[in-house]
């Protein structure tokens, strides 16, 4: 079955400070791997997403992702994180004939200024 | 335009009670997703449409739980005899096109409806 791992469970970082999130999921096939964010009182949105082409993946407000087949991870990441980047951020894959989406437990991400 | 929208936004139920849960999806949007969220922990599937078919239904916990999508746009879940345990936020999710097991489809996520069951 497939699953995916969120080792960071909450990150407190200050602003300009350099951000990795870790997810790595478990399955061996095909598998198209997204990052959603929840900012405070809003609903999940899509940040980025990986399925075939480029391993480094852009998204939206300026984070991308990595996908790194050997190691079976995806990590988000931004060079320099502003105090409206505080959220909870989750990673999520699909595959093996499937729409449904498989979520890690999420990363809460705290920025001071 | 108008995004995916959950209604109500929060729900009490003494436990034994049955709730129903609606979701409006985007429109024109071909598949439709249900998730349960718990305090603490990320979504898990419950159910997925495709217009009005339900093609799978592997995630729902018990056979309490019930969901239609009649007319393939608007979608309830309905769950009966709740327990505390249905204690969630349950989310609702849709994109546009026809599921074909690609699964690359941006799913757009509702606000999700807060169930508590005293």
């Known amino acids: 079955a497939q699953s995916v791992s969120q080792h960071n469970h909450h990150v407190i970082l200050s602003e300009a400070a350099s951000l990795e999130l870790g997810c790595n999921y478990s399955?061996?096939?095909?598998?198209?791997l997204f990052w959603y964010v929840q900012y405070p009182g809003q609903h999940l949105q899509l940040l980025l997403k990986?399925?075939?082409?480029?391993?480094l993946v852009k998204g939206i407000k300026g984070f991308e992702a990595e996908f790194i087949k050997s190691k079976f991870s995806f990590n988000l990441r931004k060079p320099s994180v502003q105090w409206s980047d505080t959220a909870e951020y989750f990673c999520?894959?699909?595959?093996?004939?499937?729409?449904?989406?498989?979520f890690g437990t999420g990363t809460r991400l705290q920025v001071f200024p | 335009g108008a995004g995916v929208s959950q209604s109500p936004r929060y729900k009490v139920a003494k436990r034994g009670q049955d709730v129903a849960l609606r979701c409006d999806p985007i429109?024109?949007?071909?598949?439709l997703f249900w998730y349960q969220q718990a305090l603490g922990q990320g979504p898990e599937f419950l159910t997925y449409?495709?217009?009005?078919?339900?093609?799978?239904k592997s995630g729902l916990p018990s056979d309490r739980f019930f969901a239609e999508r009649p007319e393939g746009s608007v979608s309830t879940l309905k769950i009966q005899r709740t327990q505390q345990e249905d204690s969630a936020v349950y989310l609702c999710?849709?994109?546009?096109?026809?599921?074909?097991?690609?699964?690359?489809?941006?799913?757009?996520f509702g606000p999700g409806t807060r169930l508590t069951v005293l």
């Open positions: 999710a849709s994109s546009p096109h026809r599921g074909t097991g690609g699964g690359t489809d941006t799913q757009y």
């Open positions: 399955y061996g096939g095909t598998v198209n």
């Open positions: 990986y399925f075939s082409g480029d391993p």
């Open positions: 999520a894959v699909n595959g093996g004939g499937t729409d449904k989406l498989i």
């Open positions: 429109s024109g949007h071909v598949s």
């Open positions: 449409f495709q217009n009005e078919a339900q093609l799978d």
